[in-house]
């Protein structure tokens, strides 16, 4: 049986291939092998990831997520309804959290609640972001915690975008 192969090549910094390589090595694997692993996982994940659970409309978690065991998602989710609310009024199209707030190292003594939020394109803007810092500041109270918040579209960097996707839950969505 004959073997076919296709070459998929793509771009990156050299730092980031010396850390592909250095991962492949410290596994014993060659970079092809490790990076089609890879690519096998992250099929994985996203196909487990597309298995959404609706607690009530518009407010999903991924179903891999235990609240339980992640009290930074457990606080967002129990004020879901709060949250809605103020998205609601302050014109939001989406709102996600992410960052240690979606994972296992939440620490409820110091961690902060990272949020991207998409507004309609008709919500009424406020003179120097004030949507914004209001919107940040009721979700600290109703959180009782520190919130950082930022616009989904201010994201330039592709790391960062890539990193901040890849654990992002979407929390509201406009009806």
């Known amino acids: 049986m004959s ?3 296709k070459v998929v090549a793509f771009s990156t910094t050299p730092k980031m291939a010396a850390e592909i390589d250095r991962f492949a090595a410290r596994e014993g694997r060659t970079r092809s092998e490790f990076l089609r692993e890879a690519v096998r996982a992250y099929q994985a994940q996203s196909e487990a990831a597309a298995s959404l659970v609706a607690e009530a409309p518009a407010i999903y978690a991924p179903a891999p997520l235990s609240p339980p065991s992640l009290p ?3 606080r967002v989710l129990g004020a879901r309804r709060e ?5 609601a009024g302050a014109g939001v199209s989406r709102l996600w959290v992410f960052g240690s707030a979606v994972r296992d190292d939440f620490d409820p ?3 902060d609640f990272d949020f991207l939020v998409d507004f309609l394109t008709d919500a009424p803007r ?6 914004l810092t209001e919107l940040q500041d009721a979700l600290a109270l109703v959180l009782d915690g520190p919130v950082d918040l930022g616009e989904a579209n201010a994201i330039g960097n592709p790391y960062v975008r890539a990193a901040v996707d890849a654990d992002k839950v979407l929390v ?4």
């Not at 406020?126 to 949507?131: A, C, I, S, T, V």
Request: hydrophobic content about 40%; proline content about 4%.
């Open 126 to 131: 406020k003179p120097w972001l004030g949507e």
């Open 83 to 87: 949250i809605a609310s103020l998205c």
């Open 72 to 74: 930074g998602l457990a």
């Open 109 to 111: 003594a110091c961690s």
């Open 3 to 5: 073997r076919t192969a």
């Open 172 to 175: 509201y969505e406009h009806a």
